[in-house]
Structures are given as structure tokens and as C-alpha cells.
């Protein structure tokens, strides 16, 4: 407990106020998990050549909870596709990750897997309001269902590029005055974006964009959509290889159809983040470490990545792993991750929740992997 008196510039007394000290609260959890190093999934593919230089391709892929063995193959919802290749490239139907979503594991040294997991990744993935979703109620964070998506050939001298559109599946009604009066029924769901990139011998730099539509209101004309774009880049240099990413995610209101100008009363939130990795081959080993940071704003005005506002909600993370391989199937890791709160952010490693009142504020979050990796 603390009070004090202080002095003004008059020499006028000022009385400070009472400061109790509420103590901290520590939650922890040890347990057995999966995913610790890849995805533990299990999936089918297979092609027909269908001669003239075309294909047909189908790929199912399920997640596995190899640590329980609740979830096995009773849901493709790692990737659920069919797929027509040839010259001019691939066209690719059904559930697949988004654009967006492939920088941010492409060119994390941790691949969004564990606790090493890049905080651009888990904030874009957590919904801060609560509820399903990511960032904003942001469903397509990661994967996109009922998505049509191209793919450039590969043999355009290392450039690559897709572009997606997945549908919403709404009901429209005519005329618009016959549309019940629900949440969320006309326009929520539909995601559009692309990613489009150079790699060639040791550089490897893609530019992504997404928009998700993750709510709407017919009759009020609101859409709510979250817009996405970043940068990513890894560049080896044989000792070592380098990551980086520069993201930003916008959740915008448009009101009446105006989707140029946003309207002056409805401030959008900014999640802008970015991260720098590093790994390191060590005889039949790898080290690997990152650094990512992310910061939340609301309102008009586009600060940049390091340009600090005074109390908006940010958080940085601190990642380092070994992994040693046993063989080109079996591999040992661990892996040790820091996450520092400040001004109410309350990312954590691993979703481990914090104690949720108005005496305690989210600080900090510690995560440890230790595990075994086998593919086959």
C-alpha cells in the first residue's frame, strides 16, 4: 500500500491516492500435445495423368491428436481439394489455407508450429472480443472452404503466384426486402486475396493480400471485413538463413456499399506486426530463433510497424528451438517462447488463458516444447 504528497510548480501540496497491491496470479499447465515441431495429420492424394500435358488431383488431408487419439480420420479439414493441372497452371476446388496465410508459416523459422509460433500468427488467430474466429471474428485466418483458386506454372524463371475466392454460400433473396432480418446471413464468410512471389537459389520474397467478410447486416447496409496484407522474405546464406515479415490486418466498416471511403464514425482496428528468424544447421541439427512483435490501434490514422502510439495493446515474443534429426524421417526437438504483454494485450504461448477480471491485467506467458517427430 502506498500514498504520497507531491508538489506542483506553486509549491501547492497534491495528496497521490491509495495504491493497494493486488499480488499476481500464475496459471500453468503441463501435459502431453501434438504438433510440437509439424502437423500431425494424415492425408490421401493421388493425380491421373490425363495426357496432353493435363492432370486431375485430389488431396485429403485430416488433423490428428496423436496425443489422445480423439480426432483421427473423421474430417478433412486440413485440406479437402480437387484440382486440373497442365501448362496453364492448376485450378484448385474446395478447402485450402488462404494467400495470406502462407507467409505467415512460410517465413516463420518455427513454421506456426508449438509454442515457437510467431505472434503475427496467433494474434491474427485470436479473437480479442472472444468468440469463433480470429483477429475480428476472422474465419478464413488460415484455411477457406468452398474457395475456387489458381495457380501460376512453375516454370516461370522462380516467379509464383495464386490468387483465391471462396464463397459465403448465402441465400439472396429477391427482392432484398424479403431477406430475413438476421446477423450475418448475406455477405459473412466470402474471403478474396492473392500472393504473389520470386525464389530463385538462395532469396525466396512473396507480397500477399486477403479480405475476409466476417459480418453483415442487410438492412443496417454494414459490412465488416477483415483486410490483410503482408511481406514476407528468407534469404540463406549457407551458415545460416534468414526470415522476416511485415504484416498488417485492418478490421473496416463499410456502410451503404461504400467501399472506397470508410466512414468517418466507425474507426477501424489495426493489428500491425513483424518478425525477424534465424536458423542455424549444426552438423545433424538446426537452431532455430525468432522475434516478433505486434501491436493493436484504433482509428483513422496508418502508423507504421515501429512507430509506437502511448497505450494501445502490444505484445513481442521471444522464440528459441533445436531440432536434431535421427534420421530423414525421425527428428528430437524443444523449444522455449517468452510473450510480454503491455497495455492490455493478452497473447500467451500455447492459448494458455489468463485470469480474466477487472484486479488482474495479462504480463507474461512462458512455453516449453519437448517432443518427438515422425513422418511417414
Known sequence: MYNGVSYNAFGVPMYNPFYVNQGRVKTSKTGMANSGYNSSRLGFRGTEDLGGGLAASFWLEAPITNDDGATGVSTFARR????????????????????????DTVFD???????????????NGFNTAGGAGGFGGNLNSTRASNSIGYFLPPNLGGFYGQVMYAFHEKTKYSPGLATPDVADNSRAGRYVGGRFGYANGPLDVALAYGSSTVGDDFYAGVTNKVNTLNLGASYDFGPAKLFGELSQAKLKTDIDGNFIVQPGSVP??????????VTVPVGAGLIRASYSAVKYKTGHSDDLFFNDQ????????????YVHNL????????????????????????????????????KNSTGYDFGIRHAF
Open 80 to 103: 479437402s481439394t480437387v484440382s486440373l493441372s497442365g501448362g496453364f497452371g492448376e485450378v484448385r476446388l474446395g478447402r485450402d489455407y488462404t494467400p495470406t496465410f502462407w507467409n
Open 109 to 123: 523459422p518455427f513454421g506456426t508450429n508449438g509454442v515457437g509460433t510467431n505472434l503475427i500468427s496467433t494474434a
Open 268 to 277: 477501424s482496428t489495426k493489428l500491425n506486426g513483424w518478425l525477424l528468424g
Open 310 to 321: 502511448r497505450g494501445n495493446p502490444k505484445a513481442n515474443k521471444l522464440a528459441l528451438g
Open 327 to 362: 534420421s530423414k524421417r525421425t527428428a528430437l526437438y524443444a523449444t522455449v517462447a517468452r510473450v510480454s504483454n503491455k497495455n492490455g494485450a493478452s497473447l500467451s504461448v500455447g492459448n494458455q488463458p489468463y485470469i480474466s477480471n477487472s484486479v488482474f491485467t495479462p
